[in-house]
């Protein structure tokens, strides 16, 4: 009877210490910051938080169990970005993730230099100044990239598909994005094989879009490329209207254009982006030093063409190029 008296203490002392564990301290549960450009309210970025939580899950944590994320949304407005990186440092996080391209990441590196920081979705991360080399970063930022040269290339040959006259593309572009300026220049070298000429068309914020289309309209451009940016991303609504308006067959950076009304869009998968960026924490949760942690470029990516716009701007899309897409809108 005494053996079993023991065995049963020692049991349930084993139980309580297994329980204790999982009942751990808040300070050792681990706490991160999620910096993003973009406004959370926004459906699109909920579907990519939805996306990151899963990946999170399958990777063994739970949001409010054993991982903490504090959550700052610069809603569109890119000067309030230092300030919100700012409260996530002051908070210590234990690392911090940025969404919305090089302006959140940019902020966050302002705040901190120690912290580990994992960028999502930057265009040239090394151009922008977060890492020695794509292979090893050196510094306290890393994670999923998009290579803008592929993506813009690829655009503008199909617009020279959709609409085989063209001559004349105006590229909507934000000169306060490092990765814009990388963008264009990888825009205007792939130009002359297609025999198109660029119009650059600045627009530094929400305010400067319409005057934007005004200059594109006295620019005579028959078509328009819009470059991978956070404001762009956020005015998708305002964009794609104001391209249907003005009869412009259009191609983005992002897949959610054409889900707003947008031509067509030619992307890195932003699902596969999201899952990426858990796969990033987990390593630096885990101990990884972001300096050793190569940037990677994106494997997946996806056209979406929207055939109700082509409908209305009189352009027929090639069948060839709507048996490749991976998404047509009706």
Not at 35 to 59: K, M, T, Y
Not at 278 to 288: F, P, R, T
């Amino acid at each position: 009877m005494r053996l079993v008296s023991i065995a049963a203490a020692l049991t349930l002392s084993l139980l309580a210490a297994a329980l204790a564990a999982q009942s751990q301290p808040a300070g050792t549960v681990p706490r991160v910051g999620y910096l993003s450009l973009l406004a959370g309210s926004d459906p699109q970025v909920q579907r990519a938080i939805d996306v990151f939580r899963q990946a999170l899950r399958e990777l063994g944590y739970v949001e409010g169990q054993n991982i903490a994320i504090e959550y700052r949304w610069a809603e569109g407005k890119s000067e309030r970005l230092f300030d919100l990186a700012t409260e996530l440092v002051r908070s210590k996080v234990d690392a911090i993730v940025t969404t919305g391209g090089v302006p959140p990441a940019q902020a966050a590196q302002r705040a901190t230099k120690t912290i580990p920081i994992v960028a999502a979705g930057t265009v040239d991360p090394v151009a922008a100044g977060f890492g020695a080399s794509l292979a090893r970063p050196g510094g306290n930022i890393t994670g999923p990239t998009i290579i803008s040269d592929q993506l813009v290339g690829k655009g503008l040959e199909l617009l020279r598909e959709v609409v085989p006259k063209v001559t004349r593309v105006a590229v909507l572009w934000n000169p306060t994005n490092l990765g814009n300026t990388h963008q264009l220049r990888a825009s205007e070298a792939a130009a002359p094989a297609l025999g198109l000429r660029l119009v650059p068309v600045e627009a530094r914020g929400p305010g400067e879009i319409d005057k934007a289309f005004a200059a594109i309209t006295r620019e005579r451009a028959g078509a328009l490329l819009v470059l991978l940016d956070g404001v762009f991303y956020d005015q998708r609504d305002r964009i794609a209207d104001l391209a249907a308006r003005n009869r412009l067959a259009a191609v983005y950076g992002f897949s959610v254009f054409a889900e707003a009304g947008g031509l067509m869009a030619y992307a890195a998968s932003r699902l596969d982006l999201n899952r990426q960026v858990a796969v990033y924490l987990d390593k630096i949760l885990k101990g990884a030093k972001p300096a050793e942690l190569p940037f990677e470029q994106p494997t997946k990516f996806e056209l979406v063409i929207n055939l109700k716009t082509a409908k209305a701007l009189g352009l027929t899309v090639p069948a060839a190029l709507l048996v490749t897409a991976d998404e047509v809108i009706e």
